[in-house]
């Protein structure tokens, strides 16, 4: 079985800082998701990783493999950033393993 | 383009009815699948279906049937609900798990009494 653990649990920024969300799987993966969960409960898929690097926007998402490790990055973090950031690792065929997610919240 | 579709948004049972839970997408995508959100708990899988006629348990199967007889639906049943059964449940659909993410629905808050 895959364990999934984030850190930290919840983080409490100021408008503009640097954000970074880490993840951490325990057995070998086909891919990494990170996903945003909206206060009103909606889920958006910001991020597949099988490798490397990926940005969008303020966002950046990285994975080590070797490590088993991916971060992601909120770079000049804004109030309407504050969500639940999750992160899924696919491995096993088609099965997704979530980590309990990260309460991000960004004062202004 | 509505995505992936959920219906009910809530839904209250009494323990032993039973219920199905509608998911729908319009994209074409062959993989679809059911999880449940509980507080203080990652997402879980309950079924997976990757085609039309195809599926398979996930993590917590165990009070949950599915069918997938088209592409774009993909029902939860539930044939005898428990209070432990009392969560949220979203389901996803993705064109290609290896090179793509998924689309979440809405989800539905069920409380079993």
């Known amino acids: 079985k895959n364990e999934v653990e984030q850190s930290p649990q919840n983080l409490t920024a100021q408008e503009g800082e640097f954000i970074t969300i880490n993840c951490s799987y325990s057995v070998g993966i086909s891919a990494l998701h990170w996903l945003q969960q909206h206060p009103g409960g909606g889920i958006v898929s910001l991020f597949m990783?099988?490798?490397g690097k990926k940005k969008h926007g303020r966002l950046i998402a990285t994975i080590n493999i070797q490590e088993k490790h991916s971060s992601l990055h909120i770079t000049a973090s804004h109030p309407r950033d504050s969500a639940v950031y999750i992160c899924a690792v696919k491995w096993g065929g088609n099965k997704l393993v979530f980590g309990a997610g990260t309460i991000l919240r960004v004062k202004s | 383009n509505a995505g992936v579709t959920q219906t009910p948004k809530f839904q209250v049972l009494k323990t032993g009815q039973s219920m199905t839970l509608q998911c729908a997408q319009d994209?074409?995508?062959?993989?679809m699948s059911w999880y449940r959100q509980d507080p203080g708990m990652g997402l879980r899988l309950i079924h997976y279906s990757v085609g039309a006629g195809i599926t398979d348990q996930g993590e917590v199967p165990n009070g949950y049937n599915v069918s997938r007889s088209t592409t774009e639906d993909f029902p939860l049943r539930l044939l005898s609900a428990a209070p432990s059964q009392t969560s949220v449940y979203f389901c996803a659909s993705s064109v290609d798990t290896l090179n793509y993410g998924y689309t979440f629905g809405s989800g539905t808050r069920l409380t079993v009494v």
């Open positions: 990783l099988s490798s």
């Open positions: 994209m074409n995508h062959e993989y």
